[in-house]
T-cell receptor, first 114, second 114 residues
Framework: NAGVTQTPKFQVLKTGQSMTLQCAQD?????MYWYRQDPGMGLRLIYY???????DKGEVPNGYNVSRLNKREFSLRLESAAPSQTSVYFC?????????????FGSGTRLTVV | AQKITQTQPGMFVQEKEAVTLDCTYD???????LFWYKQPSSGEMIFLIY??????QNATEGRYSLNFQKARKSANLVISASQLGDSAMYFC???????????FGKGTTLSVSS
C-alpha cells in the first residue's frame, strides 16, 4: 500500500503565482489534514476534513484553500503565493477518531516561494 | 492558548544513556489521546507511542515509554539505552475527542553522541 501520496515533492514558486498541492490516500480513511512545518514551530494545522464533504479551518488557514475532492483526495491551494508560505507541507489521514498508529503522514512537499 | 508545550528545544545524550523528553498539555476535554512522533533528518513522521487519557498504565513500546502524569498534564517520553539512530526531532501531539486533528508541540531535537 502506498499510504498517503503527496505531489509534488519539491516546488519553487514566484511570489504571486498559484499552485495546488495534491494528496491522496488509499486506506479508506474518513479524515484528512494539511499541516505546515516551519523551523522551531512544529507542525501547524492549516485545514482538515473530518469526513468527505466537510472542511474546517485549522490554526493557520490564511492564504490557503482546500478541496475534499472525494474520500481519497484532499488538495491544498495557494492562490497567490507569498514568501511567508515557504515551508514543508504534510498531508495526513486517519479514521474519524484515531489512536495509536492511526495517523498516516505523507512524505511532505518542500515549497519555496521567491 | 498553546495546547502542547515542549520546553526543551534541544537535548544531548550519550549512547546507552536514558533520556526524557518533556511534554505538557492543556485540555478541558476528559477524553483525549497523546502521541509521540520521531522525525529523522530525512523528514518522514514516524509514530512511536500512544497514551489514551483513560489508560491506567503508562504506555511502553520497546525502548520507548510514556511517563503519563494526568494530574500534572504531562506526557514525557523516556528513551532507554539511547542509540545513534535516535538522533532526530521528536514531537508530542494530542487529539481531543471533540476533534479529529492532531495538535503538535514545537518539538525537541535529540542528539545522541558516541
Amino acid at each position: 500500500n502506498a499510504g498517503v501520496t503527496q505531489t509534488p515533492k519539491f516546488q519553487v514558486l514566484k511570489t504571486g503565482q498559484s499552485m495546488t498541492l495534491q494528496c491522496a490516500q488509499d486506506m479508506n480513511h474518513n479524515s484528512m489534514y494539511w499541516y505546515r512545518q516551519d523551523p522551531g514551530m512544529g507542525l501547524r494545522l492549516i485545514y482538515y476534513s473530518a469526513s468527505e464533504g466537510t472542511t474546517d479551518k485549522g490554526e493557520v488557514p490564511n492564504g490557503y484553500n482546500v478541496s475534499r475532492l472525494n474520500k481519497r483526495e484532499f488538495s491544498l491551494r495557494l492562490e497567490s503565493a507569498a514568501p511567508s508560505q515557504t515551508s514543508v507541507y504534510f498531508c495526513a489521514s486517519s479514521e474519524r477518531v484515531a489512536g495509536g498508529n492511526g495517523y498516516t503522514f505523507g512524505s511532505g512537499t518542500r515549497l519555496t516561494v521567491v | 492558548a498553546q495546547k502542547i508545550t515542549q520546553t526543551q528545544p534541544g537535548m544531548f545524550v550519550q549512547e546507552k544513556e536514558a533520556v526524557t523528553l518533556d511534554c505538557t498539555y492543556d485540555t478541558s476535554d476528559p477524553s483525549y489521546g497523546l502521541f509521540w512522533y520521531k522525525q529523522p533528518s530525512s523528514g518522514e513522521m514516524i509514530f512511536l507511542i500512544y497514551q489514551g487519557s483513560y489508560d491506567q498504565q503508562n504506555a511502553t513500546e520497546g525502548r520507548y515509554s510514556l511517563n503519563f502524569q494526568k494530574a500534572r498534564k504531562s506526557a514525557n517520553l523516556v528513551i532507554s539505552a539511547s542509540q545513534l539512530g535516535d538522533s532526530a526531532m521528536y514531537f508530542c501531539a494530542m487529539r481531543e475527542v471533540a476533534g479529529t486533528a492532531l495538535i503538535f508541540g514545537k518539538g525537541t531535537t535529540l542528539s545522541v553522541s558516541s
